[in-house]
């Protein structure tokens, strides 16, 4: 059963609101749309009527069905903040009198470690692509980029050569909620783009035109999917043996900064973290590698 015309009205000025009044990126939008979808289809089917009616009893039990069903706590977490947003709109809006979701207290969450690679695992990695050929080029400059500057995957294949400023050094990257940053790239980063740029761009691309600095050799911009694809292939031919995705370059670069004695707002500023919460997780990260060294080499560890 699928959201009848009502829901669908009231999400979609719902996601409108968040875009125009928070700049929440698309991706987000696209996530609470879907959640919104889901739970209209669900009273509709169990209930009988759609958003503007559900009861904090309906909210309930819907979360606990998903629980059930095995749904992480981070998820409903997600989920029910995306809830409250929605009917604290739909109070100013007047759509209803009543917040159901008030008093529905938002899973208890652990504080996940981000997965990391050692410095030399980023280095087996980055050495892992053939750069003889085009292709090969382009995923070094591609990982090395990743690594050097902790972009966000989506920062980085949306990436356009006027972004770039080979002779600064330096990335402007417009992220989440339409803020601008620049990112130093460093001097080996900035090598292999400009190694790329000069000879494998052109030889990927031919006579055909691609506003996306790394293109695929269809002419198109790279998509995260195959890229998140392009550095599995290259993890396994550097013989690491767990899994490793785009995220994971962006977790070593904050690390591996923070482990060199860098200073925490400066690494919230170059990862583009709004809150200074979001970045704090990575001492902790570098809290625990250094137990573990202390642990292994001090004679009363």
């Given at each position: 059963?699928?959201?009848?015309g009502e829901d669908l009205r009231?999400?979609e000025?719902?996601?409108d609101?968040l875009?125009?009044?928070?700049g929440?990126s ?7 749309q ?8 669900w009273?509709?089917?169990h209930?009988?009527y759609?958003?503007l009616w ?8 819907y979360?606990g ?13 997600r989920?029910l903040?995306?809830?409250?947003q929605?009917?604290?709109?739909g109070l100013?809006?007047g759509?209803?009198s009543?917040?159901p979701s008030v008093?529905i207290d938002?899973?208890?969450?652990g504080?996940a470690?981000p997965?990391?690679?050692?410095e030399g695992?980023v280095e087996a990695?980055?050495e ?5 050929n085009?292709e090969?080029?382009?995923d070094r400059a ?5 690594y050097?500057?902790g ?5 980085l294949?949306d ?10 050094g330096?990335?402007?990257?417009v992220?989440k909620?339409?803020?601008?940053r620049?990112?130093?790239m460093?001097?080996e980063a900035q090598?292999w783009l400009?190694?790329?740029c000069a000879g494998a761009?052109g030889e990927?691309?031919?006579?055909r035109?691609c506003p ?5 050799r ?7 999917q195959a890229?998140w ?5 290259h993890?396994?031919?550097?013989g690491?043996n767990?899994?490793?995705?785009p995220?994971?370059?962006r977790?070593?670069?904050?690390t591996?900064?923070l482990?060199?004695g860098?200073?925490?707002?400066v690494v919230?500023l170059?990862l583009?973290h ?6 704090q997780?990575?001492?902790?990260v570098?809290?625990?590698r250094?137990k ?5 080499h001090?004679?009363?560890?």
């Amino acid at each position: 059963m699928k959201s009848d015309g009502e829901d669908l009205r009231f999400i979609e000025t719902f996601s409108d609101a968040l875009w125009m009044e928070r700049g929440l990126s698309r991706n987000t939008l696209s996530a609470y749309q879907s959640d919104l979808h889901k739970l209209a289809d669900w009273l509709k089917t169990h209930q009988g009527y759609g958003l503007l009616w559900a009861q904090r009893a309906d909210l309930q039990r819907y979360l606990g069905e998903l629980a059930r069903q095995g749904r992480k706590s981070r998820s409903s977490a997600r989920l029910l903040s995306c809830l409250k947003q929605f009917y604290r709109h739909g109070l100013r809006e007047g759509w209803l009198s009543v917040d159901p979701s008030v008093r529905i207290d938002a899973p208890k969450l652990g504080r996940a470690l981000p997965k990391s690679l050692s410095e030399g695992e980023v280095e087996a990695l980055l050495e892992a692509p053939d750069s003889e050929n085009a292709e090969g080029m382009r995923d070094r400059a591609m990982l090395e980029i990743l690594y050097a500057t902790g972009l966000r995957v989506s920062e980085l294949v949306d990436l356009r050569p006027e972004q770039v400023s080979l002779t600064q050094g330096v990335i402007r990257i417009v992220g989440k909620g339409g803020k601008e940053r620049l990112v130093p790239m460093g001097d080996e980063a900035q090598d292999w783009l400009e190694r790329f740029c000069a000879g494998a761009r052109g030889e990927l691309l031919g006579a055909r035109i691609c506003p996306h600095l790394f293109p695929t050799r269809r002419g198109h911009g790279m998509t995260r999917q195959a890229f998140w694809h392009r550095i599995k292939k290259h993890a396994a031919t550097a013989g690491i043996n767990r899994q490793v995705s785009p995220h994971t370059l962006r977790h070593a670069f904050a690390t591996h900064l923070l482990n060199h004695g860098a200073n925490l707002r400066v690494v919230q500023l170059l990862l583009g973290h709004s809150d200074l919460s979001t970045t704090q997780i990575y001492t902790h990260v570098a809290r625990e590698r250094l137990k573990r060294l202390h642990a292994e080499h001090h004679p009363r560890g």
